[in-house]
Structure formats: C-alpha cells, structure tokens
C-alpha cells in the first residue's frame, strides 16, 4: 500500500449492515426489464417503443449519417458573442440562435478551424451525428449543425453555469443534500436514457456534465474514440489504450470491457466527485497506485457530509464484478426515494463512524 492510500482510503465494511440493506434493495429490484436490457445491450431484442442508438462509424459514408441524425442550420439565424473555451477543433462560442415563429435562444457553438482534413472534420461531426439521435431533459440538446458554409459548426443549448467539476468547486459548501441528490438524480436519468439506446459512455466524470441555470445536469461529450482523445485526464495504458483512469471500471482499464456496466462504476466516482464539491478522485495518488489499490480492495472513503445511504450506492457501484453494479434505473430510482424521504439522509458517515469508536462492542 502506498503511502496516499493509508491515509486516505478505508477497507471496505462487506458486514455492513447499511450494505446488506443497500444490496438486498438493488437484487429485489432486479427485474426481468433489467434482464431484457442486459440481453439488448448484448446486441439482443431492442426495447419497443425506444430506438436505439446508431453508431455513425457504420455507416460507409459518416456524412449521410449527419444528414439523417441533424438538421443543417442557416447561419444567418445565429449570432456568435464571445468566445467561452477552446474545444479540441477549435473555439467554443455562446451566442443566440433564432427560429422563425420561435423565440431566441442562448446557444453554445462548437467551431471547426480552418485548415483541417477531411478525417477532422467527420470526427468533429460525429459527436452532432450522436448527440442528435438523443432526446432527453438530462442529455445536452443538439440544435443543429453548420456544414454547407465555413466555419462548420456544432450547435447546442446553453448551459449557464459550464462544466459541473468547475461549478462545484466555485461554489464550495453552498448547496443542501437535496440540491446535491438532485443533480445526481438527473445524471442518473440522463445515464438510464442513453443505456436503454444502448450507447456506453467511456467518460462520465463531472467535467463532461452542463449545468445549466435552474440547477439542471446534463450528460455531454459524445463521440466515442475521439472522447478520450479530447480528455486531458486519459492516459494511455500498457495496451495503448487511452483511458481516463480515475473514472474508469478496472475491466475496462483491464482489457477495454466497456459497458453500461462500466458506465455505473463512473457514476460512482461522479457521486463522489459532486459530494466532495469537485475533489480529485484518489487525490494525488498516481494512476497506477489507484489502479492496486482498486485491485487489493479499496475504495474512496465517504466525502464530509456525506449521508451513509450515498457512500453505500458509491460502493454498490465500484463493485468489481460488473453485473452486480445497480443498473441506472435502480440508481434512479433509489435517489427518487431518497429526496421523498429527506430524513433517509440525515444519518452521516462521520457520525456514524463516531458511534462505531465510541462502542467498544461492535463488531464487523
Ligand atoms: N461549454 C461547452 N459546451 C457548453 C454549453 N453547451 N454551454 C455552456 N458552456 C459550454
């Protein structure tokens, strides 16, 4: 054990009461839906009634998969106003975008700089040709796409307050548990959509969930492959993989087993990342002491304040074997109980852990 791992994280309690009551929540809940979707995302019977997700990389020609999935937009309908961030193709703007018959809206667009090539430009696309089969309050909304003038652009709803790690970090200790367990919830939805299309993630971290003004959380970044290129925090691994490894189910650091299985693990570290108001997963610890530590057992302890309920769906979600991770409809559904029943968060892991020291008797 390094020496950032005995100070900073605790084995995990397996005899924990809480934990029994958490695990034997998420087994009742395992219904024949969830088998269903379990054999869909083996590539298996689609759900009626949802489509599912198209990879644009099927298609011969990624341009026709632009045209089904976007609509191309007249670039005299938007207004550029600043420039907000840089984006691995070139600027991000916000700006307003008019609709004949409709109202203005505030719109962040994504540019394509000059001077690229062909390949650059479908894998710029591609993210619009994914982003535009989604259709969910908690997945960040694609207006449309610039294509047949230059700058090509991506065009997207506004998110007033950025990226949800930022956010966080500005805004220290400001929020309830409720205001907390609801953003969760709403990442939870978002995750239980795009799992239900069949899309897997790969990089769920807070830094690639929106905020926008009312408080609402929406998953963004899509784009495969290209994700974790774009992701400072990937690193490539020993097979060459590039993977962001603090956010990442160790099967699929392990040999790329990728899944809406490995997608709930994530959800576990975004949990804890907005419970601990945008802290660095595993701390300075470098990747390959939190990839032994994960492998010998450890996990990240509870964030302060955090209610016991949230820490145990936390561990629920790093379990090593993948298909006893909660489904994101459990997650979703556990979290909705929760905020009906506010007291179900009071109890907290540090008085909990006080109670355990001051009783002599306890046994785990
Ligand atoms: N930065 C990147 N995308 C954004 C968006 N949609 N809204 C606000 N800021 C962003």
Redesign the pocket.
Known sequence: MTHAGHFVLSPILISDLLMALCQWYFKAKMTSEDKRRTDYQNGHVPFPGIKAYVDPDTYEDPTQAVHEFTKEIDPSRIRIERV??A?EFGE?C?GRLRTPGKKEIA??I?TLKGGYVERQRRDFLREASIMGQFDHPNI?RLEGVVTKSRPVMIV?????N??LDSFLRQHDGHFTVIQLVGMLRGIAAGMKYLSDMGYVHRDLAARNI?VNSNLVCKV?DFGLSRVLEDDPEAAYTTTGGKIPIRWTAPEAIAYRKFSSASDAWSYGIVMWEVMSYGERPYWEMSNQDVILSIEEGYRLPAPMGCPVALHQLMLHCWQKERNHRPKFVDIVSFLDKLIRNPSSLLPLVEDLQRYRTADVLVKH
């Open positions: 907000i961030g984006g991000v916000s719109v962040a994504k960040i997207v709803e506004y998110m007033e950025g990226s929106l963004s």
